[in-house]
């Protein structure tokens, strides 16, 4: 089924391809969140075992790790 909107000067829309163009953007994004999720899952793991694991003086120079994640 193929819906086909007829928009002033003379442009078509075709919504079923638009929506199927979305619907695979949409799960490229899960796929990035979920990504990001098992990284930010990874360093805040990591922390916890340098914290209980006695991972160097606390506020040591090195021991600062910024994380920049963007979307």
Same mark, same amino acid.
């Given at each position: 089924?193929?819906?086909? &909107?007829?928009l002033? *000067?003379?442009?078509? &829309? ?5 929506? %199927?163009?979305? @619907?695979? %953007?949409?799960?490229?994004l ?5 990504? %990001?999720d098992?990284e930010? %899952?990874?360093? @805040? /793991? /990591?922390?916890? /075992? /340098? =914290?209980? +694991? *006695? +991972? +160097?003086?606390h +506020? =040591?120079?090195?021991?600062? @790790?910024?994380? =920049?994640?963007?979307?």
């Amino acid at each position: 089924m193929t819906i086909v &909107f007829h928009l002033p *000067g003379n442009c078509e &829309f075709n919504a079923m391809s638009e929506l %199927r163009n979305l @619907k695979s %953007r949409i799960e490229e994004l899960e796929s990035e969140l979920r990504e %990001r999720d098992e990284e930010v %899952r990874a360093i @805040k /793991q /990591q922390q916890q /075992q /340098q =914290a209980e +694991g *006695g +991972g +160097g003086v606390h +506020g =040591a120079a090195g021991d600062d @790790k910024a994380v =920049a994640v963007s979307i």
